[in-house]
């Protein structure tokens, strides 16, 4: 299991201690739940003796998906891990829909609105609402890991691979770059631009090789726009044709198109990185390369959370992680800034919005209802959905339970925008004999 982050009663981070100690804690009367998703425990004195190892928490960003992991840099342990899930595309989406009412609106037959957007300015350091999202989810786990652990050092993956250290090798230092990691660059590249396919047959988690679209012997070269993944097979029977030859031209022509990943990682990996320097712990940053070359040096599978917990130069040479159960967070967002719904036409269909907190609770709060009588008899426990009325819906992972009076509920956590689940145990190959 991972380690449960623990807390004093001046809510200074102690160092996370096992699952059975914390039962223990819980037990003895020494502790009480600050947070249940993520578990949190806060102890009931102050521990200002209390001797803490430095932690590091290690950050892989990602377009839809970023992994956090802490590690102990002196035992090589990964104490706590979690995925967290952005919402990016649902914001682009809803942007895109509200442009679209509008735009629309002003070609009617209505009083004459004449455009602002042509005329505004942006501020330096300005990022489209949905890459600012991304951002800002990672810079908030990572203050909240701050407070609940003693970090006292960051690392990120700053690139998944380096164009211009592939291209000149010796720009980084030879002794680096010319090295085995020069060919991780290479494929943390290929990987992302071809989704871990054959380029050919399209087949998935099989062993892909570097195969050149016009062979080298035909005149090509190593330059990446030449480079695509192939299965041993479909290289075997390409042979020495050309792509166009083999019989699929388009891939000439995909193989120079840019990344949509790698263009929203680049627009936002700078901005993460000058956040992350604003708390004033030292930042470390690497490479897409130097994470695969760790994995594969340590035989690990390919997770967002142990692709964090080995980035950076910083990574040992044992990473203990295997009773990690890592978190899996979802962005959710607070609430719909939409004061009422409307219908395809675009006219109202409800009511405008009132206060969000009713009788104490507000839709997305965690809550447990033990209710003692009548038809909803039972123990629930979920989020909930709040009516003016009183009655309130809690969605289980059994559904949705309707009608439950507010005088059975109990609030759990207050809803923070983000929805948890805990993951499964990741299965670690057998070691080499």
């Given amino acids: 299991m991972s380690r449960i982050l623990v807390v004093d009663a001046q809510r200074q981070p102690l160092m996370p201690c096992r699952p059975a100690r914390a039962r223990q804690l819980l037990k003895e009367g020494k502790a009480a739940i600050l947070r249940h998703a993520p578990f949190v425990l806060i102890l009931k004195t102050s521990r200002p003796e209390a001797v803490v190892q430095p932690l590091r928490v290690k950050l892989d960003p990602g377009a839809t998906t970023s992994g956090i992991a802490v590690v102990n840099d002196l035992s090589g342990e990964v104490v706590w891990a979690a995925e967290v899930s952005h919402r990016g595309q649902e914001i682009r989406e809803a942007l895109t829909k509200r442009r679209a009412v509008r735009r629309s609106r002003r070609q009617r037959k209505t009083r004459h609105r004449p455009r602002r957007f042509a005329n505004r300015r942006r501020s330096a350091g300005w990022l489209a609402p949905s890459l600012r999202s991304r951002v800002l989810n990672l810079l908030t786990w990572v203050n909240r890991l701050r407070r609940w652990c003693p970090v006292a050092a960051l690392s990120q993956e700053l690139t998944k691979f380096d164009p211009a250290a592939m291209q000149d090798p010796t720009l980084s230092g030879v002794a680096y770059q010319q090295g085995q990691l020069m060919g991780y660059e290479v494929r943390a590249y290929l990987l992302e631009k071809w989704q871990r396919r054959c380029a050919y047959c399209q087949q998935l988690s099989i ?20 480079l695509v993944l192939a299965c041993g097979a479909c290289n075997l029977v390409k042979g020495n044709k050309t792509a166009e030859e083999f019989g699929f031209p388009h891939l000439m022509t995909q193989a120079k198109t ?39 040096s340590l035989e690990l599978p390919k997770t967002h959370w142990i692709d964090a917990a080995v980035v950076g130069a910083s990574t040992p040479e044992q990473v203990h992680l295997k009773d990690v159960r890592p978190w899996l967070i979802s962005s959710t967002g607070w609430q719909r800034r939409q004061m009422t719904l409307v219908d395809r036409y675009g006219f109202p269909r409800t009511k405008a919005k009132q206060r969000s907190r009713i009788l104490g609770f507000r839709t997305g709060d965690v ?41 059975w ?16 145990e990741t299965a670690f190959p057998p070691a080499r004999l």
């Fill in 367 to 407: 809550v447990r209802a033990q209710v003692l009588q009548g038809s909803k008899a039972g123990s629930y426990l979920g989020r909930v959905a709040v009516r003016a009325s009183g009655s309130f819906n809690i969605t289980t992972e059994q559904g949705t339970v309707q009608g439950i009076g507010h005088c």
């Fill in 409 to 424: 509920c109990r609030l759990l956590q207050h809803r923070d925008g983000y929805q948890y689940q805990q993951g499964k």
């Fill in 258 to 296: 840019p990344l949509a990943s790698v263009a929203v990682m680049n627009a936002t990996r700078w901005e993460l990185f000058r956040a992350l320097q604003q708390t004033g712990l030292p930042v470390e940053v690497g490479t897409g390369g130097r994470t695969a070359f760790h994995r594969a």
């Fill in 207 to 226: 062993r892909l090789q570097v195969e050149h679209l016009v062979p080298k012997s035909r005149g090509g070269s190593d330059r990446i726009s030449n």
